[in-house]
Every structure is written in structure tokens, then in C-alpha cells.
């Protein structure tokens, strides 16, 4: 059994090197082409189409979706919809790349005479040089392998590695000379990790409106108590007429008052006798990272934190739980 693993293992490795072997090839193999390709692409005032069939159509799908990704406007049509319709999407200024380990694949083929009628520009990117597809190209990529990692060497494997690469070089390549930014990566990708750091703002995770447990300076214990419990967020904002932030009460302050009493009638006492006065807050606009970052960085770490607009009104109550919820980190 130990023996049978270890050839397993050593066929999967035989597996890597081979794809690595290949990939050097077809990085001897980027030219002045691939040059050609990047100013056609950022030139063009239309968008660009990828388009394959089979492993290649996979391949394609990926690509277009990274490269829309990173700022590029990229879509991929299925060749075979394309010979029934949907080369009426292509329009005489897009850009179309089309993939294929051959170069000949029947269904991609069929699209050549009407991306030549629409006039748009065709790219092939085949591992065959004098294929059919690359002869009718405006731009070739020749994209040079060793071998397939499959036993009997015919199932696409290194071909659609040595493709998925040649996407990723051309998508970071317009990325970088596009100036594509984290900001705008996150825009993409809001519900991302990255997206929701440089995107969602308090105000979208705080407890607001009638959800925000406030009270005034001269609310009797027993009232603050009944919000703070009816709120259930371990807190209240303590507010002025005008509903200013002036002071916050927490569960600890409450029990500190409870230890202290000493037989004092604690129920007459107000939310101003034992509130923390001028609390730390936060407004309302500030990302919810840094707000993560402002109750976890500190000797006590905060677990909730008032939120003020502007002008500090009391506009909403955040909760450490409901940041870390959200996914921010």
C-alpha cells in the first residue's frame, strides 16, 4: 500500500513537471505579438470577446472573467450560440480572441467569415502555428508546449494551463498599464473580503433608527436599563435635547453603579450620574474596517461603539460581533 502511494505521488509530480516544463516553453514563445495585442486592445473603442470550444471554451470563460475583473471589459461567447444568433452581439470595434489548442475546431471556425464581415479584429491563440484559425488571425499567439501531462497525451492539460496563463499576462498587463487601483478592484468584487475593507461603511452595519438604543441625561435608571435590555446590544447612547452624543452607558457601567450603592437609592439616579461622559464614537461614514481597527487596537478593546454624523447627532450604535460578522476581516 505504501508503495502504490508512493507511485501515485510520483505520478502527480511527473504531472507538475511536465506543466512547468511546458510553461517555460510557451514563455520562450510571448513575442512582439503579444506587444500588438495590448495596444490593439487599449486602442479599440469597442470591448473584447472571448470565444473557444470545449476545454478551450473553459479556458476563455476564465480569462474574460478575470480581465473584467481587473478593469477590462471582457465577455465570452459560445461559439456554437455565436452560429445561431449571438454574432450579432460582435460590433466592428471589438477586439476577439479565440481560443484553441488546434486551431481548428469546427465551431470557432464558423465564426471567422462574419467576425470578417462585421469587421472586428480576430486574435488566435492556438498551440498550432499554421493552423486554420491562425492563418484567418489579424494577431497570432502561438503558445508553444512540450507535451499534454495526460498518459496517452490527448487530454488538454498543459494546453489550457499554457492558455489560463497567456489570460492572466495579458489581464494583469492591461491592469498594470491601466493604473487599475484596490479601490476599483473593490467595486467588482463587493461582496469579496477586499471589497467589503475598502467599501462598506458603518452606517451600512450600525443599529439605526428606532434599532438605536438612545437615552436622555435625566432617563432614570429604570428606564435605561428597560432600553439597554429591549435593544439587547449591550449599551446606550446618551444623548442631549437635541440629540447630541454626550455620554455612553455600557452593561459594565450599570453593574459598577449596582456594587457601589452601599444602600443609596440607585433609582433615583439619572443617566448622567454614571455615564461615561464624551465616549469614544465614531461617524458614521468611516469605513468599517478602520472601525474594526479602532475597538480591537486598544488596551480594553470596545465592543460596541456610538455612531455620530457630522454635526455628532447620535445617528446608530456598532457592534464589534456585527463588523467581524460582515467579514471584514
Partial sequence: MGAHKMNLIQEAKKVFEVQIESLEETMGSIDSNFTTLIELIQNSQGRVI?????????????????????????????PAEGLHGDLGGIKKDDVVIAFSKSGE???????IPSIKTIGAKLISVTCRETSTLSQSADIKIHLRITEEASNHKLAPTTSTTAMIVFGDALAVALEKLNNFQPEDFAVFHPNGALGKKLLLKVESLMAAGTDNPTVYETTSLKDTIGVMSSKGLGGVSVISEDGVLVGLVTDGDLRRVIEKANGMDIFKLTSKDFMTKNPIAINKDVKAVDALSLMENREKPLSILPVVNDKNISVGMLRIHDVIRAGIV
Fill in 50 to 78: 472571448i470565444t473557444g470550444m470545449g476545454k478551450a471554451g473553459h479556458v476563455g470563460r476564465k480569462v474574460a472573467a478575470t480581465m473584467s475583473s481587473l478593469g477590462t471589459v471582457t465577455y465570452f461567447l459560445h
Fill in 105 to 111: 475546431s469546427e465551431e470557432v471556425l464558423g465564426l
